[in-house]
């Protein structure tokens, strides 16, 4: 093995490490040269056939090309290195001023909303809430409220039945008798929740929600009963909108009446939502019959009262005006975002 030969796997080396591409190439000229197996390597395990007096000399030259490639190698790597980590970066930047990707956030279910404001207007007169179930006992539902078994005011509300004596509750007036019942007067309860129905239109859900008033005491008249309405409603949907009570017939009210508001569609002209004729009721009040308080056990006229029974759906349409009572439970976002 003479210098030149030396030399010559030196160039090679120097040279194939300038070649390299990228770090893997340099990596593996590396190996060729200057690995276990690799030229230089094998120039070492030569030195055993010299001459005595020439390995060291020999030996030297073999460690300084070795310590050149080195230096030459580790400069290369770190060239390349970066060049690599430059064009990442070029390659990978982040465009910041990109729009995110936002998830819309929940709301409000604009029913949830208009029945939380009316809590707020009625617990300033006084109010507290009740529940009640929403599979109810006939008894509950019907018979307590002076609605017999077998009498043609049944057919005023269409009913799943779900056996012989339970109902999915059709009004929120059962909650009157369970607070009568479980409570002492005097009373001023609101209760909530959905009701059922066997109807279903442009102005009529099979499964709609109530907002059902009771209030019981010592001397209450058809005029307490129009005031406290007349204010609520007021509150609720503001100065401007007209209402009126039309007398009507409820077996667990009397007097009873119907209250009206005027359409926010039409404006009192008649549209579909309003039947023609300008007015969209919102419910039915009057004063307790007495019967229902011999039903629940309430001794009467000591204690008098009135009641009255909303649809959160109807009241949501007056206030927002909106032209289709089947929008609520759809859940489409572009509807509920709106409020
Ligand atoms: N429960 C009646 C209905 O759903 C409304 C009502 C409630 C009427 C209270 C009078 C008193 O139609």
Redesign the pocket.
Known sequence: MSQTQLNDIKQKALKAFQAAQNSTELYNAKVQYLGKSGALTETMKLMATLPKEEKPQFGKLVNDVKTELEAFYSKAEDELKNKEINSQMESEKLDLTLPIDIQPLGSEHPIYKVTNEIFGIMARLGYALRTGPMIEKDYYNFEALNIPKNHPARD??DTFFIDETHVLR????PI?IHSLENEKPPLRVIGTGP?FRCDSDISHLPNFH?I???CVDEKVSMADLKGTISFFVKEFFGPGLKTRFRPSF?P??EP?AEVDCSCPICKGKGCSLCKHTGWIEI????LINPKVFEFAKVEYPKWQGF????GVERMAIIKYGVDDIRLFPQNDVRFLKQF
Do not use: D, R, Y
């Open positions: 005023m509300q059709t009004h929120t007036s009157q009701v109530q059902e008033g009771m409820f667990f009210t009873s419910g039915g009040c009057g009641a009255f029974g909303f």
